[in-house]
Nanobody, 118 residues
Framework: VQLVESGGGLVQPGGSLRLSCAAS????????MSWYRQAPGKERELVAT????????NYADSVKGRFTMSRDNARNTVYLQTNSLKPEDTAVYYC????????????WGQGTQVTVSS
């Protein structure tokens, strides 16, 4: 099983990044997918989730209206479009997969660093 994140980097405030998470080794279409982030000295927090049933999305209040999560089941990939980035968005962003009913089946990626700074 692998979740491989990419697309992180250094960006100025107000800028955008598109994060990707490529999945392999499990039945992607049966998993809810999420993005989490962890800033230095802080706990990991849930940023966004996209359900496999219905494709519904949920976002943390801190990113609503700025981030958009999507999934491509044909490519076993999820994306997180991040716009209007703020310095407080700086964190390591992690991809997470959780089976839509067997919730104990969960996988994590290695993370990608996003730094928002002028």
């Amino acid at each position: 099983v692998q979740l491989v994140e990419s697309g992180g980097g250094l960006v100025q405030p107000g800028g955008s990044l598109r994060l990707s998470c490529a999945a392999s080794g499990f039945t992607f279409s049966t998993y809810d997918m999420s993005w989490y982030r962890q800033a230095p000295g802080k706990e990991r927090e849930l940023v966004a989730t996209i359900r496999t049933v219905g494709g519904t999305t949920n976002y943390a209040d801190s990113v609503k209206g700025r981030f958009t999560m999507s999934r491509d089941n044909a490519r076993n990939t999820v994306y997180l479009q991040t716009n209007s980035l703020k310095p407080e968005d700086t964190a390591v962003y992690y991809c997470n997969a959780q089976h839509f009913w067997a919730r104990s089946s969960m996988f994590w990626g290695q993370g990608t660093q996003v730094t928002v700074s002028s």
